[in-house]
């Protein structure tokens, strides 16, 4: 099967690993990838801010650069429904609109594609510690991955998944929010972190860099020991963490 990656912005300059880390497992997997050099950003930062005609022109070009594409796998279940939204931006029936649809018929989340599409449930990875989950807002509300990464993560040898309480509250990140409400947003990530710890977890995990960078962020800023990283990095995992 093959497969482009969808790398994302915060994934090309902050998460390299976790891009590196879902190459490794989509191969090991048994899929073909490729890597499409002229993706750039979604456009979801000048969307969510209302610029809609100027996220048409990014929406374009990544049409075209993934047009060729069997499949694209995206590290970020925000980013990868940003291109779902693509099919809204175009007027109804039109030759784009319908470039888009097409796009976002083959355009998945990592965990999702490997759940959903290839029907794997266990990746035969191992990683000793005791985990807990940020369920990211875009992904799970309107993307709608829920199920797929925690099937996933369940089946890790050596990792213990416990509960994070108020799971499906917002980290505070929200792209543009976080900026242009920085005093809301330093308290919901505050409230975020206080859970996290509460569990007494050694690793945070998400499917979401930019909500890992935030809480990440948050808890050096705590001094606290809990690690983060993203799924990929863990699913990729055979014995060596």
């Known amino acids: 099967m093959k497969v482009s990656l969808f790398v994302t912005c915060l994934g090309d300059m902050f998460y390299v690993n976790a891009g590196k880390a879902a190459v490794e497992l989509l191969e090991h997997l048994g899929c073909i990838v490729d890597f499409p050099r002229t993706q750039t950003c979604c456009g979801q930062p000048a969307y969510n801010s209302g610029y809609h005609k100027e996220t048409i022109d990014v929406a374009k070009h ?7 594409s069997a499949y694209v796998v995206g590290i970020s279940g925000s980013c990868v429904y940003m291109i779902h939204e693509y099919v809204h931006l175009f007027e109804e029936g ?14 998945y989340e990592l965990t999702q594609f490997i759940v959903e599409e ?18 990211s807002c875009h992904m799970t509300r309107l993307l709608g991955v829920k199920e797929a990464p925690l099937r996933l993560l369940e089946n890790v040898q050596g990792l213990t998944m416990v509960d994070l309480p108020n799971c499906h509250d917002c980290c505070g990140f929200g792209g543009t929010f976080s900026v242009k409400m920085s005093d809301i947003s330093e308290q919901m990530v505050d409230e975020k972190v206080a859970h996290i710890e509460e569990t007494k977890a050694n690793l945070l995990l998400g499917a979401d860099s930019s909500c890992l960078m935030n809480i990440g962020g ?13 799924v990929a990095e863990i699913l990729n995992s055979r014995g060596d963490g």
């Open 218 to 230: 948050r808890l050096s800023r705590h001094n606290s020991s809990v690690e983060v990283k993203h």
């Open 118 to 135: 290839l029907q794997i449930d266990d990746v035969g990875a191992h990683f000793d510690g005791v985990a807990t989950y940020h369920t």
């Open 94 to 107: 039109s030759e784009w609109q319908q470039r888009a649809q097409r796009l976002k018929n083959k355009t």
């Open 62 to 68: 990544l049409i075209e650069t993934f047009e060729e």
